[in-house]
């Protein structure tokens, strides 16, 4: 069997209904859809999720970012602000088991299609409610997006280096990770149905997933009064361990252990350091960072990155030139991992899902549908 048989279909046989809007909600779809769910595409018949024109025109008049997040699914057109839309998300609801939308804040109730009264009318539905803030709390009816996110929950303070102005991250974690706990949350209450016969709710945010990203600094905080640091690529808690200058380029060394910084200082021939009072142990280190860094800048200097990593990475140490993404993608085990796919009967690619199944990774199904192409099915 190829992945596109056996991997793809881990969830086949499930129903999955996606009232989506640009990114949190179509990831958590695109999930289902990747591990072989029916994923139904709830959008308005007037320009549908504001993803499809997110960008230029790249397929079908519809941008890239809507190929990336809605691949696989089946797309519906309905005016849900109408009795007979909603009639029709009721007929859909009664045969599906789980309901996934990150629509906004106080539109479900409005609509009289929020979580409660779904699950009044249909109790093995599994409903998963995506908002900014949360569902509960003064800010729970606020929108938001992503680097909003990031800026509210503290994780762009966190970002960049000591003396940089408050940095996003380049990807959209909050999103994504969003979207992806969502689809843990239903599968778990799958799980709990086949013993109860009942659904449920969950509810999840761009704000709790980005204090959960953030738990580290957090706890630390908590519990240790510990003011977060910025390191750039830096980790604070270990020496040396971040990004330095090769004759022609960045690498990055992780030195995670004493027995580790001995290896290195071997590798670049300074046998001398682990004997140094200063760097005897990871706690020495850190106290003397910066003239650690100091020393092994100036050495790292004196060769270029190829030299350097192929020499670290021979001990043991962990050691990776900074590669940009045409880099990355040109590396032999990233192409040798296949998470680069081509859709089938497209002639572009989409980054595919970050797991395999019995050594299988889900294929790709089909391009994102065009608006509303199902209604013919459906009637």
Known sequence: MTSATSAAHVLSGLRVLELGQVLAGPFAGAIFADLGAEVIKIERAEGG????????????????????FNRGKRSLAID?????????????AATAD?????????????LGIDGASMCAGHPRLIYCEMGAFGHVGPDRLRPGYEPLLQAYSGLSSINGGQDDPPIRMGASLCDQGTGMWAVIGALSLLQRRHSTGRGGVV??????????WGAQKIDALMNQGQEPQRHRSGHPDFAPYEAFDAADGPLLICVGNDRLFAKLCAAIEMPDWPRDPRFVTNRTRLQHRCALNDLLNARLLTQPRSHWV??????G?????????????????????????????ESFTLTGLPLSIDGERPGLRSAAPKLGEWKAALA
């Open 203 to 212: 509810n999840v945010s761009l704000l709790e997933t980005a204090l959960s």
């Open 49 to 68: 999720d504001d993803g499809r024109r997110m960008g230029v025109a790249f397929h079908n008049d519809d941008s890239l970012i809507f190929q990336v």
């Open 310 to 315: 192929e020499r670290i990475g021979a001990v």
């Open 98 to 110: 789980v309901l996934v939308h990150n629509l906004r804040p106080g539109v479900v109730e409005q």
């Open 317 to 345: 140490v962990p050691c990776s030139p900074i590669h940009s993404v045409t880099e990355a993608l040109a590396q032999e085990q990233v192409q040798a991992l296949g998470l680069i796919q081509t859709v089938p009967g």
């Open 80 to 92: 849900l602000k109408s009795e007979a839309g909603v009639a029709v998300l009721h007929e859909l």
